[in-house]
């Protein structure tokens, strides 16, 4: 099966990753398919038109191109309503989707009635979702290097350095959640030299993070009594807590922050689920941080596009296999072959399929597993 594979140029504020690296183009299109990126998709991080056409791509000169031109569209983040406007019930996408917080995406993309399919919900054999997994890793190490510079009195904080000095006490540094964004944060700020807390509601985890990190990291279950004191104590919160597909819960009240010190600072890893504090409310590169009571918010919604060319590459290594099945296959047997992929299908022909989206957004759910075994 020969696929036409189309890749867009991002026109998210601040977005500079891309779908498809040259490397990934090259991969494609010897297994026989044909590619179209758009021109300027991947300029800037360094992959150039010419790059893409030496690999084997077409380049084209605008997104209506590509999107007319393609049977399969390769994304990252989730498609602003003009994309969502150019897509055909016969074309599937996959990209990020983050349906749960957007209900507006959301009746976009069933009006298209598109195959839409989400990287955050695509699973493997072992529960976890390794298409989140390397944004998870970059969002959790900056979550530490944004809320470090949201800490600077210039900026708003409140002027902790957060490894301190000799004499001076080290910043204290809450992570809320102890998956992958929480451990790749704790690692980073107890590498400044942070006093850093995970906490976490599952046991087993905190075990696994003791034996990880050793005295080095202090943990503890996320009950809402030791929230309260640690929020009140802390410098620096990171909120890294996710339920796959549905909105994040909401762990820190708008009044817990009258504790905390003015200047303290809040990193809402978690927006693009709806964040898990309450007084969240999705930011941008170009105005990353505003302050509540007194406590600087940073809940940029694409933290990793910050590093948009070690974040593209990381992508695709991960993304680029299931893009293989895809084309190879098509989207019915693809996904009736591999359980881990279908998991990952949110949107189909005008209905909702994964079950934490639609009760998420109240709407009805149909099985994933009739529509791709529909004949």
């Given at each position: 099966m020969v696929t036409?594979?189309?890749?867009?140029?991002?026109?998210?504020?601040?977005?500079?990753?891309?779908?498809?690296?040259?490397?990934?183009?090259?991969?494609?299109?010897?297994?026989?398919?044909?590619?179209?990126?758009?021109s300027g998709a991947g300029a800037e991080i360094g992959f150039s038109d010419d790059a893409y056409r030496a690999a084997g791509a077409e380049v084209a000169g605008s997104a209506e191109e590509v999107f007319a031109g393609a049977d399969l569209i390769v994304k990252v983040k989730e498609p602003q309503?003009?994309?969502?406007?150019?897509?055909?019930?016969?074309?599937?996408?996959?990209?990020?989707?983050?349906?749960?917080?957007?209900?507006?995406?959301?009746?976009?993309l069933m009006e298209s009635g598109c195959t839409a399919i989400a990287y955050e919900t695509v699973t493997d054999r072992f529960g976890r979702?390794?298409?989140?997994?390397?944004?998870?890793?970059?969002?959790?190490?900056?979550?530490?290097?944004?809320?470090?510079?949201?800490?600077q009195k210039s900026n708003?904080?409140?002027?902790i350095l957060l490894g301190g000095v000799p004499g001076v006490l080290p910043g204290r540094v809450l992570v809320i959640g102890g998956g992958v964004v929480g451990t790749n944060a704790a690692r980073m700020a107890m590498g400044l030299g942070a006093d850093v807390t995970i906490a976490d509601r599952s046991m087993p985890r905190l075990a696994q993070l003791d034996e990880l990190f050793g005295p080095r990291l202090?943990?503890?279950?996320?009950?809402?009594?030791?929230?309260?004191?640690?929020?009140?104590d802390c410098d620096l919160v990171v909120g890294a807590v996710l339920v796959?597909?549905?909105?994040?819960?909401?762990?820190?009240?708008?009044?817990?922050?009258?504790?905390?010190?003015?200047?303290?600072?809040?990193?809402?890893?978690?927006?693009?689920?709806g964040g898990c504090f309450e007084t969240s409310r999705a930011t941008t590169h170009s105005d990353p941080t505003y302050v509540v009571e007194g406590v600087v918010h940073y809940c940029v919604a694409n933290m990793p596009g910050a590093v948009a060319r070690t974040s593209t590459e990381a992508l695709n290594h991960a993304t680029l296999p299931f893009v293989q099945a895809l084309a190879a296959k098509g989207w019915k047997r693809a996904l009736a072959?591999?359980?881990?992929?279908?998991?990952?299908?949110?949107?189909?022909?005008?209905?909702?399929?994964?079950p934490a989206v639609a009760g998420a957004l109240g709407q009805p759910v149909a099985a994933a597993e009739t529509l791709v075994n529909d004949s």
């Amino acid at each position: 099966m020969v696929t036409r594979i189309g890749v867009p140029k991002e026109i998210k504020n601040h977005e500079y990753r891309v779908g498809l690296t040259p490397a990934s183009v090259r991969e494609l299109a010897a297994d026989g398919h044909s590619l179209l990126v758009q021109s300027g998709a991947g300029a800037e991080i360094g992959f150039s038109d010419d790059a893409y056409r030496a690999a084997g791509a077409e380049v084209a000169g605008s997104a209506e191109e590509v999107f007319a031109g393609a049977d399969l569209i390769v994304k990252v983040k989730e498609p602003q309503p003009a994309e969502c406007r150019r897509l055909r019930p016969d074309q599937v996408l996959f990209t990020y989707l983050h349906l749960a917080p957007d209900p507006e995406q959301a009746r976009l993309l069933m009006e298209s009635g598109c195959t839409a399919i989400a990287y955050e919900t695509v699973t493997d054999r072992f529960g976890r979702l390794p298409l989140l997994a390397p944004m998870s890793e970059i969002a959790g190490r900056m979550a530490i290097q944004v809320g470090a510079v949201a800490l600077q009195k210039s900026n708003g904080g409140s002027g902790i350095l957060l490894g301190g000095v000799p004499g001076v006490l080290p910043g204290r540094v809450l992570v809320i959640g102890g998956g992958v964004v929480g451990t790749n944060a704790a690692r980073m700020a107890m590498g400044l030299g942070a006093d850093v807390t995970i906490a976490d509601r599952s046991m087993p985890r905190l075990a696994q993070l003791d034996e990880l990190f050793g005295p080095r990291l202090k943990t503890v279950y996320a009950s809402a009594d030791a929230l309260d004191r640690l929020v009140a104590d802390c410098d620096l919160v990171v909120g890294a807590v996710l339920v796959p597909g549905a909105a994040a819960p909401k762990l820190v009240r708008r009044d817990q922050l009258a504790g905390m010190r003015r200047g303290s600072v809040l990193v809402d890893v978690a927006i693009d689920q709806g964040g898990c504090f309450e007084t969240s409310r999705a930011t941008t590169h170009s105005d990353p941080t505003y302050v509540v009571e007194g406590v600087v918010h940073y809940c940029v919604a694409n933290m990793p596009g910050a590093v948009a060319r070690t974040s593209t590459e990381a992508l695709n290594h991960a993304t680029l296999p299931f893009v293989q099945a895809l084309a190879a296959k098509g989207w019915k047997r693809a996904l009736a072959e591999d359980p881990h992929l279908l998991a990952g299908l949110n949107v189909q022909g005008g209905r909702l399929t994964h079950p934490a989206v639609a009760g998420a957004l109240g709407q009805p759910v149909a099985a994933a597993e009739t529509l791709v075994n529909d004949s």
